[in-house]
C-alpha cells in the first residue's frame, strides 16, 4: 500500500512537470499572492473639463481646463483627446506638472460632437494602473448667437437677462429693438439678472444684441427669457464674440 502511495505521488509530480501545472499556496486571508495582482483602481480616475463657457461646446482658439480626481498620481500621465468616431490625438505625453491642465484648441483643429478626454497614470498607494474619460463635449467651428424668432400674446412683455458662464466676468452688451438702442452698455449680471419691458409694435419686431466685450473669459455668453411666448423658446442663450451681434424677431399682435 505504502508502494503505491508512492507512486501515485511521483505521477503526480510529473504530471505537473511535463504539463507546467501551477501551484500556489495562499496565505490564511485568502489574499492572492501572485504577481499579477488585480488592481481596484483600474478605471478609477475621475475626469473633468471645463470650458470657457462653462457647457459642453468649445471653439477653436479657446482654452479646455483638465482637471482629475483623485489627484494622488506617482510620476507623470498621459492626456489624450479622444474622437468617438475614431483616432486619438496625445495633447501631452509624460505630463508631472499641476492640474488644471491648459490646452488651447488649434484654430485648424477638426469640428466634431463626440470628443472626450482620456487621462492615463499610476496610483500612488500600489503603483498600479489608472485611467479616466471626461463626458463627451464638442469642438465647433464657429461662434452661432443661439437666439432664434420667438412670437408673444401681448404688445408688452420682460426680458431677463442673465450672465450664466462659469465666470461673471462683467461681460458686456447694446441691446437694440426695431433699429432704437435701448441700452449700448448693458453689464449682464448673474442670477437673477436684469429685468427690461419691451414695447413692442404690432407684427414683427426684430431685438439685437451686441457684445461690446467678451469680459474676461470669452466668449460673451449669456441667458435670456421672454415673458408671453406662445411660439418658440421662452429661455435661450447667446455665444458672441467682441462684436458680434446675435438677432431674433419677435411677433406681436
Known amino acids: 500500500m505504502t508502494r503505491i502511495f ?53 471653439y477653436r482658439s479657446e482654452e479646455l481646463l483638465i482637471s482629475i480626481s483623485p489627484s494622488e498620481i506617482t510620476g507623470s500621465v498621459s492626456i489624450v483627446l479622444v474622437d468617438k468616431r475614431g483616432g486619438e490625438t496625445t ?24 470628443y472626450r478626454i482620456l487621462v492615463r497614470g499610476k496610483y500612488y498607494k500600489n503603483d498600479s494602473g489608472i485611467f479616466g474619460f471626461s463626458e463627451e463635449f464638442a469642438i465647433l467651428t464657429d461662434f452661432v448667437s443661439g437666439l432664434s424668432d420667438i412670437t408673444v400674446s401681448s404688445r408688452i412683455i420682460e426680458i431677463t ?26 453689464i449682464l449680471a448673474g442670477s437673477p439678472g436684469t429685468s427690461l419691458t419691451l414695447y413692442l409694435q404690432e407684427g414683427t419686431n426684430t431685438l439685437s444684441i451686441t457684445a461690446v466685450n467678451e469680459g474676461s473669459v470669452s466668449p460673451n455668453t449669456a441667458e435670456i427669457t421672454f415673458t408671453d411666448v406662445t411660439e418658440g423658446e421662452v429661455v435661450q442663450e447667446w455665444r458672441l464674440l467682441e462684436g458680434e451681434t446675435g438677432t431674433l424677431s419677435i411677433s406681436a399682435p
Open 6 to 58: 508512492l507512486y501515485s505521488i511521483l505521477i503526480l509530480i510529473c504530471t505537473a512537470i511535463l504539463f507546467g501545472c501551477h501551484f500556489e499556496v495562499l496565505n490564511p486571508n485568502n489574499t492572492y499572492q501572485g504577481e499579477d495582482e488585480p488592481s481596484e483602481t483600474e478605471g478609477g480616475l475621475d475626469v473633468t473639463v471645463i470650458t470657457e463657457s462653462g457647457d459642453n461646446l468649445a
Open 161 to 186: 437677462l442673465t450672465d450664466n458662464g462659469s465666470v461673471i466676468d462683467d461681460d458686456t452688451i447694446s441691446i437694440s429693438l426695431n433699429g432704437s438702442v435701448l441700452d449700448a452698455k448693458h
Open 91 to 114: 495633447l501631452i505625453d509624460n505630463y508631472s506638472g499641476p492640474f488644471p491642465f491648459s490646452w488651447i484648441i488649434p484654430e485648424d483643429f477638426p469640428p466634431g460632437e463626440s
